[in-house]
């Protein structure tokens, strides 16, 4: 079993529409856990951390579910700019080091 | 305040040919990590460092040398490519405050093709 695992899509869906991915961890010791947007033949950059009460940013909510190991990403009103690569990373080496340990990624394609 | 940055952009090497991809970042972070990131795929570990003088293997460290002189400077080191080299390569840096550690901030990347 892949120690972090996402559903790849493509998700394809229209503008406005509420599109949720979810991600899996297979180490229930991990501690820290983040979403990543990465653009096409750019960069990822972190769209946001996940905290263990959830939280929020504007149309993005994160979650947690430590008991069933997995974080979720939810986009509310997609606009075509949401149009991206979605990695979920995990942190789980104790705190040491900051390694992250990354998801394959879920492309989302918002229609106009 | 450049952040980090990656050169080349873009290399084509021939197999068994060496090349160092280099990489600085201009944030005075202490940590900094070498990624590879292959088609459909997520982001493999090749080494990191948690300060100058100091670095260690991550998930796939074959075929690759780092150093780490400076607290800006994280270049890698392919020795003798190999196709199987062949992939996007992110270095990316961090800082830490107290027990908690700040985001990862990535490089553009380089575009590495062994044939």
């Known amino acids: 079993r892949k120690e972090v695992e996402q559903d790849p899509g493509p998700f394809n869906v229209p503008e406005g529409a509420t599109v949720a991915f979810n991600c899996t961890y297979s180490n229930s010791a991990s501690q820290s856990f983040f979403w990543y947007r990465q653009d096409c033949r750019k960069e990822p950059k972190l769209l946001m951390s996940v905290y263990s009460s959830g939280n929020e940013d504007g149309r993005f909510t994160a979650q947690l579910n430590r008991a069933s190991q997995y974080i979720s990403l939810l986009i509310r009103d997609s606009k075509l700019s949401d149009s991206a690569t979605y990695l979920c990373?995990?942190?789980?080496?104790?705190?040491?080091?900051?390694?992250?340990?990354f998801g394959t990624g879920t492309l989302l394609a918002v229609q106009p | 305040n450049a952040g980090v940055t990656q050169t080349p952009k873009f290399r084509i090497l021939k197999i068994g040919q060496s090349m160092t991809l280099q990489c600085t970042q201009d944030m005075n972070h202490n940590y900094m990590y070498w990624y590879r990131q292959d088609p459909g795929m997520g982001l493999k570990l090749i080494y990191y460092?948690?300060?100058?003088?100091?670095?260690d293997k991550g998930e796939v460290p074959n075929g690759y040398n780092v150093s780490r002189s400076t607290t800006e400077d994280f270049p890698l080191r392919l020795e003798l490519a190999a196709p199987s080299q062949t992939s996007v390569y992110f270095c990316a840096s961090s800082s830490r405050q107290g027990r908690d550690y700040n985001e990862q901030f990535f490089g553009p990347g380089t575009r590495l093709t062994v044939l």
């Open positions: 990373a995990v942190r789980g080496d104790g705190g040491a080091t900051n390694k992250l340990i």
């Open positions: 460092s948690v300060g100058a003088g100091i670095t």
